[in-house]
């Protein structure tokens, strides 16, 4: 079984900073790609940032140049870090991995919990 764990969420003022983790853990043999979502109310999930093992990270056109994904293999972590909010950016954010669990060679889907982010003044 794996879990993922997020983090760091909370209440921020327009054009401020967060620094959202996802930890996983569990039966982990490699996590080959790694996710942030998100969900607004009324809104569906969109993927906001992505990394793929050995791969640059990809971004939703309407995060580029203000959110950064980053990934430490070492510590199953993965990073959402969030500059220059802004209100629409205000959403639960879910963290998303495919993680090949040991001693099977297939590839599973895992989500977190979410975490509320929230953008108002």
């Known amino acids: 079984q794996v879990q993922l764990v997020e983090s760091g969420g909370g209440l921020v003022q327009p054009g401020g900073s967060l620094r959202l983790s996802c930890a996983a853990s569990?039966?982990?043999?490699?996590?080959?790609?790694s996710n942030w979502y998100r969900q607004a109310p009324g809104k569906e999930r969109e993927l906001v940032a992505g990394i793929v093992r050995g791969k640059s990270p990809n971004y939703a056109d309407s995060v580029k140049g203000r959110f950064t994904i980053s990934r430490d293999n070492a510590k199953n972590t993965v990073y959402l870090q969030m500059n220059s909010l802004k209100p629409e950016d205000t959403a639960v954010y879910y963290c998303n991995a495919a993680v090949q669990p040991m001693g099977t060679p297939h590839t599973y889907d895992y989500w977190g919990q979410g975490t509320q982010v929230t953008v108002s003044s």
């Open positions: 569990g039966n982990i043999f490699i996590i080959f790609a």
